[in-house]
């Protein structure tokens, strides 16, 4: 862990976000999709936002994104970035980077998703990290 990660709790789950959870310990990132209206939504929930229908299923995230926004936290003990970034599939997601130093950092960088787990539990939970150009040509 780098001097500009924070160290990770394990998260509340509830029974909107059990399968998100249990996808992420498997190092897969899933979003909600409603199948009435054709678009993908966060943060879980059981009707979609956009039309109000519980014909929502589960569907993998190909894991890339950019950066919409984003901010360094300093006062923290260990400073850490928080980052709003748009998934490739369409939803924003509220997030951390990591592995990057925050001068590096830029609205619209490509960033893949990667995993952190909470010292003492099996939890995984994903943040960011700038894609490498490898990872910018497939995204």
């Known amino acids: 862990m780098s001097s500009w990660e924070k160290d990770y709790f394990a998260p509340i789950i509830d029974e909107d976000s ?3 959870w249990s996808m992420a ?15 993908s939504h966060w943060y879980p929930r059981p009707r979609c ?3 109000l229908d519980g014909n929502t299923v589960w569907k993998e ?21 928080v ?12 997030t951390n980077i990591v592995d ?12 893949v998703v990667t995993f952190r787990h909470p010292e003492g539990d ?6 960011f990290r700038p894609a490498d150009n490898e990872e910018e040509n497939n995204g």
């Open 122 to 127: 099996s939890a995984a939970i994903p943040v």
């Open 25 to 39: 310990s498997e190092k897969r990132l899933v979003i909600k999709h409603c199948m009435s209206c054709d678009k």
């Open 18 to 20: 059990k399968r998100f």
């Open 83 to 94: 980052a709003f970034v748009t998934l490739d599939e369409g939803p924003s997601v509220l």
């Open 49 to 51: 936002p956009f039309c």
């Open 61 to 81: 995230a190909l894991g890339g994104g950019s950066i919409y926004s984003y901010s360094v936290m300093r006062r923290a003990v260990k400073p850490y970035i």
């Open 100 to 111: 990057c130093d925050p001068v590096q950092l830029q609205i619209g960088m490509r960033v």
